[in-house]
């Protein structure tokens, strides 16, 4: 699919007479805050479908669904902050990566993982102590958890509050039982 991003402006006589940004039409701007889409959830209603597939990653017109969601967001200038992980998570980020990898932010849980999927211009961090000290706080059974599953943690909270703690997400899309609001 192509995305027009300028037009042109023409005189009566059908000359060229200046250019316009598509957002400048339609008024998108760069949101303040960003957009974090939990995707999870067993699939069960689409099944068999979702035997061998999760869900948002469900091809419909030749992409994951979750690929054409994201790309919606971007285009609307949603900043988008992804944990990077095989599936969902690199879904999310190739939808955003198709408008401007810039409005791409990751939270790696160690230096180097799933480098493969990082595109030049994603803003990518890694953890910061404080992170840990917020997810110990929280998590019911943090002394149980091995290094990789206190490092997923970590990067979670940098997920919902950004790379400094104090820039929490606008909006967090994810599923709940029945579709409730929490």
Request: charged letters at 20%.
């Amino acid at each position: 699919r192509a995305i027009i991003h300028h037009l042109p402006l023409v005189d009566d006589a059908g000359r060229v007479v200046g250019l316009v940004t598509i957002d400048e039409l339609i008024g998108a701007a760069e949101r303040p805050n960003w957009v974090v889409l939990m995707a999870g959830g067993l699939g069960t209603r689409l099944q068999p479908l979702t035997d061998e597939c999760p869900k948002p990653l469900l091809t419909v017109g030749g992409k994951p669904i979750l690929e054409t969601i994201i790309e919606s967001f971007a285009e609307q200038g949603w900043l988008l902050r992804s944990g990077n992980c095989c599936g969902a998570d690199q879904a999310f980020q190739a939808g955003a990566n198709q408008v401007n990898p810039e409005q791409v932010e990751l939270f790696l849980p160690w230096p180097g993982y799933e480098r493969s999927s990082l595109l030049a211009g994603n803003v990518v961090h890694t953890l910061s102590n404080p992170a840990y000290d917020i997810a110990a706080r929280y998590h019911p059974g943090w002394q149980n958890c091995d290094k990789a599953a206190r490092a997923f943690h970590a990067r979670n909270v940098h997920l919902v509050l950004g790379a400094d703690l104090k820039k929490p997400v606008e909006l967090i899309i994810c599923w709940t039982p029945k579709a409730q609001l929490v």
